[in-house]
């Protein structure tokens, strides 16, 4: 008589297609990892276990990571390369402070420095300090309106009304419009497009929106929503929309995390994010874990996230690349680590 | 000794003589005293009645505990600011957001102003103010970005009567998410609130 097996077939069954599965998912994932492994640098704040953060140069996979910034006193943050890769904009805060998520461009002052973070100088506050397509001008967002500065001189060229705007000023990569958080109509967080040269604005997207960027082509902007058809506080999460408003595209999700830092590569195919368990980014506390996914497979969602899955049936499981712990990332295709 | 209790006086200055001379002295200085209470309750009524009329002016919705005029002034709510005024807080639109430190906002109440003491005609009778993170007590809503703030309001509510020093316009003092359920209200003047002291509630 053949003795019963111990396990019974079924269970083999599933635990094969499960491993089979996750070997799948981490081909898919190695796959990515190779795939973005030599383009170009990353650079983010990383908090330091003394407690403040520095700017850290990183490969988009991760790898070859090394400290730009290695200042006890004073926390790095929220770094941006110039349009030709050659200096490097970002904030430096005393350490000890309370980095806000979504005010830190009001916190601190304004340093422009080398690609590698070297010679850096110190401009004065300059709030939400960003750069001009073409390096030369630096955009920012008081109390006073937008601001529009000189580099070489570090005067005020032009200034603006700031037409709601009240965080989050970003320049488009053609250098034709503004994108931000504002308020418009009584209505909180609401992303909105402003022509820099005639001042009138657009929304492009409704309630509860912040942290928006560009895509290269200035055409498409990335920011985080947590949209309202969710049960309790509900999830934040990534989306895109065009910057003249209308339909609007979840490109990451995932419930039982809060997804912020969204940004582009310089050729608009992967998307860079952070996965925070807790609402905020990360930056109020120790960071949160990166990903990188491409821009084809949006829109991804992770984990389980059951409620999430039925409002986007079509979407896809990955593959995302884990990254650390980071926050504010920002890319370059260029070798910002040879001397030029 | 029954008639009298006080067997040593003089009997020539017991003031119950009957002596003719002591009686008119009496009669003066009980005349002086009367005049003297007549008058300081003269005063007192005259004074009460001012500040009674000067409550039901000022409150035309009803009579408020503590009275415009000194009440309220506490920290900088006289000097803060280029507005100051007495004003009802007629009501709350709508429950206040959360505020747990993480995102903050500021918040349009509505008032009927009682008084102005400061910013003279250019103050409506009813205004707008934008509080920031209203759930926070006054005395502890100050911060990194808004450092100036503060007052004795520990919540607002429907019907209380503050102290408040403000500015306008309030997007030149404040740079910020705000929460306006009277945002299709043309033409308001929307100030900003610095300092919100508590100057009672109405009855």
């Known amino acids: 008589m053949t003795p019963k097996p111990r396990v019974p077939l079924a269970a083999l069954l599933l635990i094969t297609i499960l491993v089979a599965a996750v070997a799948a998912e981490d081909k898919t994932v190695e796959t990515l990892r190779r795939e973005v492994a030599t383009k170009g640098w990353v650079v983010t704040s990383i908090k330091q276990k003394r407690g403040d953060w520095d700017l850290v140069l990183m490969r988009p996979d991760g790898s070859k990571q090394r400290k730009l910034t290695d200042t006890p006193e004073w926390s790095e943050a929220a770094p941006r390369w110039s349009p030709d890769s050659r200096r490097l904009l970002y904030r430096r805060i005393k350490a000890g402070t309370v980095i806000s998520h979504d005010r830190w461009g009001f916190q601190g002052e304004l340093v422009m420095a080398d690609a590698m973070a070297r010679n850096g100088r110190v401009m004065g506050k300059h709030p939400w300090g960003c750069w001009s397509p073409d390096g030369t001008q630096i955009s920012c967002l008081s109390l006073k309106g937008i601001e529009i500065l000189d580099v070489a001189t570090g005067k005020v060229k032009r200034r603006m ?3 709601g705007y009240f965080q989050q000023l970003f320049w488009s990569p053609d250098g034709k419009w503004f994108c931000g958080t504002a308020n418009v109509g009584g209505e909180l967080w609401t ?15 409704r309630f509860r929106n912040c942290t928006p960027d560009w895509f290269p082509d200035s055409r498409r902007v ?3 929503n947590r949209p309202a058809n969710q049960k309790g506080y509900g999830w934040t999460q990534l989306w895109m929309a065009p910057g003249q408003g209308g339909q609007r595209k979840m490109l990451y999700g995932e419930d039982g995390r ?25 930056s109020e506390r120790s960071g949160a874990p990166g990903g990188l996914m491409r821009l084809a497979d949006a829109p991804i969602i992770g984990a389980n996230s059951p409620a999430l899955r039925k409002l986007h049936p079509g979407a896809h499981d990955g593959p995302v690349l884990a990254l650390p712990d980071l926050w504010e990332p920002h890319w370059t295709f260029t070798d910002v680590t040879a001397s030029r | 000794m029954s008639e009298s209790t006080t067997p040593e006086t003089d009997p020539a200055k017991d003031p119950s003589s009957t002596d003719p001379e002591s009686v008119r002295n009496g009669s003066a200085a009980a005349r002086w005293i009367l005049l003297a209470v007549v008058v300081v309750v003269a005063i007192a009524v005259t004074v009460a009645t001012g500040v009674r009329s000067g409550s039901s002016n000022n409150a035309p919705g009803g009579t408020v505990a503590a009275t415009p005029g000194q009440a309220g002034i506490q920290g900088q709510v006289t000097t803060a ?3 100051e005024v007495t004003a009802k807080l007629m009501e709350l639109p709508g429950a206040f957001l959360p505020n747990d430190g993480l995102y903050n906002y500021a918040f349009v109440l509505k008032y009927e102003v009682l008084e102005v003491h400061r910013g003279g005609d250019d103050v409506g009778k009813i205004i707008h103010v934008a509080h920031y993170n209203p759930r926070k007590t006054r005395s502890e809503v100050g911060d990194e970005f808004y450092p100036d703030l503060g007052g004795t309001v520990d919540r607002f509510r429907a019907g209380d009567v503050h102290r408040l020093a403000m500015e306008e316009p309030w997007d030149e003092h404040y740079i ?3 929460v306006d359920r009277y945002h299709e209200t043309t033409g308001k003047r929307l100030y900003w609130g610095i300092w ?8």
């Open chain 1, 161 to 163: 009304k700031r037409a």
């Open chain 1, 191 to 205: 992303i909105v497009r402003m022509d820099v040269a005639t001042g009138k604005w657009n929304v492009v997207s």
């Open chain 1, 222 to 224: 990335i920011f985080s």
């Open chain 1, 258 to 282: 809060h997804i912020y830092g969204g940004g582009l590569s310089p050729d608009g195919r992967y998307v860079l994010f952070t996965r925070c368990p807790k609402d905020g980014g990360g």
């Open chain 2, 81 to 83: 600011g280029r507005f």
């Open chain 2, 176 to 178: 910020g998410p705000l």
């Open chain 2, 196 to 203: 919100s002291n508590a100057v009672g509630e109405e009855r």
